[in-house]
T-cell receptor
Framework: DARVTQTPRHKVTEMGQEVTMRCQPILGHNTVFWYRQTMMQGLELLAYFRNRAPLDDSGMPKDRFSAEMPDATLATLKIQPSEPRDSAVYFC????????????FGPGTRLTVL | AQSVTQLGSHVSVSEGALVLLRCNYSSSVPPYLFWYVQYPNQGLQLLLK??????LVKGINGFEAEFKKSETSFHLTKPSAHMSDAAEYFC????????????FGQGTRLTINP
């Protein structure tokens, strides 16, 4: 049963620290999405990649967030420095990149910044 | 620009009663529409999707949705609610911008009363 995996599942850190979240997309999927979910804002798309190239990262605060795909099996989302307002659940999803495609979501990383 | 609006952030029904979750879309082109479900502490998973074939779409767990162009709606229904249906439900529309990109509604939290 192929699924998207994310690590860590939970992260508590102090303001100013660097946070790195990792995602392993489903094998064969060429599109990867990063979302952030909060009570106030709901689900927000932060960035997405196709064939490892960033297509749109307009949803990310550029000064502190960065997203990369070092290879086809790993996507990373980094926050440096972290702030309390970054506390949220971060989801990775993958798909085959066509308009009718299903996005498959990972279980999320719950980030708390103190 | 494509968007979706979910009417009602919270819906409460009794076990065995009809479930109706409302979603209206805005799109300048024929849309592709999705319903996703999120159970507590999990990622989103696809319930069903409309991809311009049949207007009545059947999904998992007994849910179905009907695409009504004249009403710009894609409401989700289930004839008889079960306790296990308690979750948050998201309507989404697909945007083609280089790769598939979903725009989600704010979500509707469904509570089932015994």
């Amino acid at each position: 049963d192929a699924r998207v995996t994310q690590t860590p599942r939970h992260k508590v850190t102090e303001m100013g620290q660097e946070v790195t979240m990792r995602c392993q997309p489903i094998l064969g999927h060429n599109t990867v999405f990063w979302y952030r979910q909060t009570m106030m804002q709901g689900l927000e798309l932060l960035a997405y990649f196709r064939n490892r190239a960033p297509l749109d990262d307009s949803g990310m605060p550029k000064d502190r967030f960065s997203a990369e795909m070092p290879d086809a099996t790993l996507a990373t989302l980094k926050i440096q420095p972290s702030e309390p307002r970054d506390s949220a659940v971060y989801f990775c999803a993958s798909g085959v990149g066509v308009a009718t495609d299903t996005q498959y979501f990972g279980p999320g990383t719950r980030l708390t910044v103190l | 620009a494509q968007s979706v609006t979910q009417l009602g952030s919270h819906v409460s029904v009794s076990e065995g009663a009809l479930v109706l979750l409302r979603c209206n879309y805005s799109s300048s082109v024929p849309p592709y529409l999705f319903w996703y479900v999120q159970y507590p502490n999990q990622g989103l998973q696809l319930l069903l999707k409309y991809t311009s074939a049949a207007t009545l779409v059947k999904g998992i767990n007994g849910f179905e949705a009907e695409f009504k162009k004249s009403e710009t709606s894609f409401h989700l229904t289930k004839p008889s609610a079960h306790m296990s249906d308690a979750a948050e439900y998201f309507c989404a529309v697909s945007i083609i911008q280089g790769a598939q990109k979903l725009v989600f509604g704010q979500g509707t939290r469904l509570t089932i009363n015994p």
